[in-house]
């Protein structure tokens, strides 16, 4: 564990500007739950970066608005279309069907040659398949999508809302806080509808 | 994952830390994660990338793809955007002619930036279509580099934008420098603001800002998320 939470502190590091009172916040949870990941055997390595990077109250109130790729403010940015880009999707999905690839794809390319539209398309296709785990787009001049602050936190909150491994103390803590309001009306409805996640009273959406 | 404009991020220490820890997902024994990152190839990205191990992590450059394959792709994108503006404004099917989209996608010079820009400008609903491809044919900047045909695209763009061709001369010079005004206004602000803000703080009225921006939507994206916000 002691790797882990090097990592974990890294990673609450990042941005700095809240992270101070994220770093009290996971030791409070912590100290409150004694070792909360001791019993999930192999689960926990999947919570390592991040269901731990901030606990979940923390994650929740910490999410940037706007940061997923099917939120409000993207709504109308469209997604590659078809038999456009069709080598580099078939690379992109052979990649990510591929266990034994590297974990990171890296497409660069200069301003305006469509790496936003390629992300988007990349993001629905894995959001429809129910591979997608969190999605951030940066966005310079954006407030909180214009720099890390809440880049981690936003990503566990919504790796935990995607996740069916989610971990059981965080379920009951996610319970009591209602989920983000911004995502785009393409997905309401379907994505967080109450029959999904029968459990959390507070997932209704507007 | 989808981390999209990794460049975009403000700090050079946290986007390397950020890459740091995303590499740190290759040690996962029971969850395999795929990352999907997007950046410009940027230097303290590319510094970044260096630090962690070769084998987390796949690089593909956009510009490694043959000029032939862009260029299909920018001209399936002109046609489905001009198919959509021709039954909009009820144009004949043989408008406009395959020449001048040939040249159209020869401009874009691999940006597909320039094609959807140049698409709205061309489809804005109180346009006539046809007219407005012409200015941008004939603007001359044929065979510059990318950049200088964006730069030109641009130009023509605001040009027209900030003094409408029907205008009287009294009222051109009028309507100039309220475009100076409160577009050079969005120009220089660092974050978004919403129109009621920006009306304020120009001690404007609403309709001059309306007006001035209305001609803007190719190029200014006009968002409502609650409050309606301006960025360039």
Not at chain 1, 56 to 64: D, L, T
Request: hydrophobic residues 35%; neutral net charge; aromatic residues 10%.
């Amino acid at each position: 564990m002691v790797l882990r939470r090097d990592i974990y502190y890294q990673a609450t590091d990042c941005g700095n500007t809240s992270n101070s009172y994220n770093v009290n916040h996971i030791k409070k949870y912590y100290n409150m739950t004694g070792d909360p990941f001791r019993e999930f055997g192999i689960l926990e390595d999947a919570l390592i970066l991040f269901s731990l990077l901030t606990c979940a109250v923390q994650a929740k109130a910490n999410s940037a608005d706007g940061a997923a790729f099917n939120s409000l403010l993207w709504q109308h940015e469209s997604s590659c279309l078809q038999n456009t880009r069709y080598g580099l999707t078939i690379d992109i999905m052979h990649w990510s069907g591929n266990p034994y690839d590297a974990c990171i794809f890296w497409l660069s390319g200069m301003a305006g040659t469509g790496k936003s539209t390629i992300s988007r398309t990349v993001a629905r296709r894995w959001y429809d398949e129910s591979r997608l785990g969190a999605s951030f787009f940066f966005s310079r001049g954006q407030g909180d999508l214009a720099n890390a602050s809440k880049f981690f936190s936003t990503l566990a909150c919504s790796w935990h809302t995607h996740s069916p491994a989610s971990p059981p103390p965080f379920e009951k803590l996610y319970s009591t806080i209602p989920i983000s309001r911004n995502k785009a009306y393409r997905t309401n409805g379907n994505s967080l509808s109450a029959d999904r996640f029968p459990r959390r009273k507070t997932c209704h959406l507007n | 994952m989808v981390i999209d404009a990794l460049d975009e991020c403000d700090g050079e220490r946290d986007v390397r830390l950020i890459l740091h820890l995303l590499a740190q997902a290759t040690s996962l024994g029971s969850v395999r994660l795929k990352i999907f990152v997007t950046s410009r190839p940027e230097t303290p990205i590319q510094l970044g990338f260096r630090d962690i191990l070769n084998d987390s992590h796949r690089d593909f450059a956009l510009h490694a793809i043959l000029d032939a394959v862009v260029n299909h792709d920018i001209s399936v994108l002109l046609q489905h955007e001009i198919e959509g503006t021709r039954k909009r404004h009820e144009l004949p099917d043989e408008w406009p002619d395959s020449s001048n989209l040939d040249r159209l996608v020869q401009k874009a010079g691999g940006l597909f930036i320039y094609a959807t820009t140049v698409c709205r400008f061309i489809g804005y609903e109180y346009s006539h279509p046809p007219n407005r491809l012409i200015m941008v044919l004939n603007d001359t900047k044929e065979y510059g580099s990318s950049m200088e045909k964006l730069d030109s695209m641009y130009t023509t763009l605001l040009q027209y934008a900030a003094t409408p061709k029907d205008g009287k001369p009294e009222e051109e010079e009028l309507l100039s420098q309220r475009f100076r005004w409160i577009v050079g206004s969005i120009v220089v602000l660092r974050d978004t603001l919403t129109a009621a803000a920006l009306t304020k703080l120009l001690h404007a009225e609403g309709w001059e800002v309306k007006q001035t921006l209305r001609s803007l939507s190719s190029v200014l994206r006009y968002r409502i998320i609650s409050l309606k916000r301006y960025t360039l």
